[in-house]
């Protein structure tokens, strides 16, 4: 079956996974007719995306806006040009603006400038409030389709959102530490950076739902609005730490994760397990020195691919109804850390 596309591009596309995308592609026995026209209809639907962009002479510009720390964005740009240097070459282009605190006013005015500027979509990592999602319905009203990254606006004018299903990463982070303090006991610290990102919301009431159900002698302490910082983060787990002598668990949902190492320290008190979200830079470090335990990621490319079909599908069909793909959490630890690229 002849194409030049990559086998997870076909995937995606068909929405099988790329070990029977590469059985129809090899002509391997075992697949059903139906699977194979799948493929061929995927690839037919690639053939005709990318016909259809260089035929117009198109050149796809996307703007990636995200309210997050830098040791994250700094991730997101490079899992996004990294991306973007495979996905059908020369098509789609990114524009980054990136803040590490902004207020929910400053948000609506750099997404009200990109919508009059001029743009072919909008990848976005914003907080759930009315104000971005008044911008966000302008947005789509004036043609421009919006794709929510790692936190979902699920009430607002977005086509899709690209990245995990946040409410069972935190049901994950509740069986590891579950597993680890169930017969001892303690208590979890929960960060969040900002009670305003439902993703952070969806990972906290996933934790929460599997603590009460299956481990009630755990308890729960959280902090929240340290934005993901060290010197904010590590005020408020510092506090917390001074008031809680029972507190020996960390569960990091917002960051800022040796800042919070940092408090323990001082505090001369143990940490018996810590779980944090996303291979960043500090994370693989503290993985690497045994300073955290489990890492929950999913693979960001996996995310930029998803933002750049539902745009790219919206520009040649309008109208489309872009399907969910959610990416997979892995459960990372300093024995199956992968490469960093």
């Known amino acids: 079956m002849a194409h030049f596309f990559l086998v997870k591009d076909i995937a995606f596309q068909a929405g099988l996974s790329t070990a029977t995308v590469d059985r129809v592609l090899n002509g391997r026995p075992g697949v059903r007719q139906q699977t194979e026209m799948r493929v061929k209809a995927a690839i037919a639907e690639l053939e005709k995306q990318q016909a259809g962009a260089v035929a117009s002479g198109r050149m796809l510009a996307i703007d990636?806006?995200?309210?997050?720390?830098q040791r994250f964005s700094d991730a997101v740009r490079a899992a996004f040009e990294a991306e973007m240097a495979a996905f059908l070459p020369g098509i789609v282009r990114c524009r980054f603006?990136?803040?590490?605190?902004?207020?929910?006013?400053?948000?609506?005015?750099?997404?009200?400038?990109?919508?009059?500027?001029?743009?072919?979509?909008?990848?976005?990592?914003?907080?759930?409030?009315?104000?971005?999602?008044?911008?966000?319905?302008?947005?789509?009203?004036?043609?421009?389709?919006?794709?929510t990254l790692?936190?979902?606006?699920?009430?607002?004018?977005?086509?899709?959102?690209?990245?995990?299903?946040?409410?069972?990463?935190?049901?994950?982070?509740?069986?590891?530490?579950?597993?680890?303090?169930?017969?001892g006991g303690g208590k979890v610290l929960v960060t969040l950076s900002s009670g305003r990102f439902r993703g952070e919301e969806e990972r906290e009431i996933g934790f929460r739902r599997i603590i009460r159900a299956r481990y009630p002698g755990i308890g729960i302490t959280e902090i929240s609005e340290g934005h993901g910082t060290d010197t904010a983060t590590g005020t408020l787990a510092a506090a917390a730490l001074a008031v809680d002598p029972t507190i020996n668990a960390v569960y990091s949902i917002g960051g800022g994760n040796r800042a919070v190492l940092a408090a323990f320290d001082a505090a001369k008190r143990p940490v018996?397990?810590?779980?944090?979200?996303?291979?960043?830079?500090?994370?693989?470090?503290?993985?690497?020195?045994?300073?955290?335990?489990?890492?929950?990621?999913?693979?960001?490319r996996t995310d930029a691919r998803s933002a750049f079909r539902a745009i790219m599908g919206?520009?040649?069909?309008?109208?489309?109804?872009?399907?969910?793909?959610?990416?997979?959490?892995?459960?990372i630890t300093p024995y199956n850390m992968p490469v960093d690229d």
Do not use: C, W
């Not at 018996?272 to 960001?300: E, Q, T, Y």
């Open 64 to 69: 990636i806006v995200m309210e997050t720390p």
């Open 97 to 147: 603006h990136f803040a590490e605190v902004m207020k929910p006013a400053e948000m609506v005015q750099l997404l009200d400038h990109v919508r009059l500027r001029g743009t072919h979509g909008i990848v976005l990592k914003a907080p759930d409030v009315a104000e971005v999602t008044a911008a966000v319905a302008r947005a789509d009203a004036a043609g421009i389709p919006v794709v």
């Open 150 to 183: 790692v936190t979902d606006l699920p009430n607002s004018a977005r086509i899709a959102y690209a990245g995990a299903d946040n409410r069972a990463a935190g049901e994950t982070a509740a069986y590891l530490i579950g597993e680890v303090l169930a017969s």
């Open 272 to 300: 018996h397990v810590f779980v944090a979200h996303d291979l960043d830079v500090d994370n693989r470090a503290l993985l690497a020195a045994r300073r955290i335990g489990f890492v929950l990621h999913h693979d960001l």
């Open 314 to 331: 919206r520009a040649t069909s309008p109208g489309r109804v872009v399907p969910a793909a959610l990416s997979s959490v892995e459960i």
